[in-house]
């Protein structure tokens, strides 16, 4: 046994000594920990509507007293999860980005901010409605469609498939998202942080706030990593139909 143990503390430790100090799987590993407090909170409400909704309706059925009465709880508890587990890789993309520049000595708010824009660069934005015209006469569905509309005709009703842009689904933001947010966070703060090593920055005068010119500083590099990423979501949807979120799932 003792020398099994011996062997282990020659030849083990230090490789894992190694690779638990390596700086991208640190500043995982914090980016993580970072977000513990959105991920708990999350999880108490909906611990919470477990008890308060989903056990009496199911012992009860729906719409039970009980269950009307803690409706306000209710309500709270799916607020407070719409802005916890829903924004969990958003949460994640910032704090990776942040972590990872502070590893390299960089400025570490704004490498928080260009990971979690370039993680948002590559998410889908727009979105479907269904939408039921229940006073048009399905006849005139052709005369729609010649101006350009998705109509489509049914029994006495017309549908109309609408598209929005501008919205952020929560497969893109949350838990589902993460592994994408690992990915673009990790590689467009990577872009970010090697462009400032290299000084290809705005250089500002001395007499200039430093807060003022740490942001000017972070243009450049910021602008590159981020368009990066949308250029490689455009070729993704050009070429393969899916967003980069969808492909890596």
């Not at 934005?125 to 569905?141: H, I, K, T």
């Amino acid at each position: 046994m003792h020398g099994f143990l011996d062997w282990m503390q020659e030849h083990f430790m230090p490789v894992a000594a190694k690779i638990g100090n390596q700086k991208h799987l640190v500043a995982i590993r914090d980016g993580f920990i970072a977000i513990m407090p959105i991920t708990m909170v999350g999880s108490i409400s909906v611990l919470l509507n477990v008890f308060v909704r989903d056990l009496p309706n199911s012992w009860w059925g729906d719409g039970n007293s009980f269950t009307a009465m803690m409706d306000p709880l209710i309500k709270v508890n799916g607020s407070v999860y719409f802005g916890s587990i829903t924004i969990l890789a958003l949460a994640f993309a910032f704090s990776l980005g942040y972590h990872l520049a502070k590893a390299y000595d960089v400025n570490p708010i704004a490498g928080g901010v260009i990971a979690f824009s370039a993680v948002v660069t590559c998410m889908n934005q727009s979105a479907v409605f269904d939408l039921v015209l229940e006073q048009v006469d399905p006849s005139n569905v052709s005369a729609l469609q010649a101006l350009g509309v998705d109509a489509i005709a049914k029994e006495d009703t017309v549908s109309l498939a609408v598209t929005q842009w501008g919205y952020l689904g929560s497969a893109y933001t949350g838990a589902t998202g993460l592994f994408t947010a690992l990915i673009v966070g990790l590689v467009s703060s990577m872009i970010y942080i090697k462009l400032m090593q290299a000084n290809i920055t705005i250089k500002m005068p001395e007499n200039v706030p430093p807060a003022v010119s740490h942001s000017f500083a972070a243009i450049i590099p910021g602008c590159i990593a981020i368009y990066v990423f949308a250029i490689i979501t455009q070729c993704c949807v050009a070429w393969g139909g899916m967003y980069p979120n969808e492909l890596i799932q």
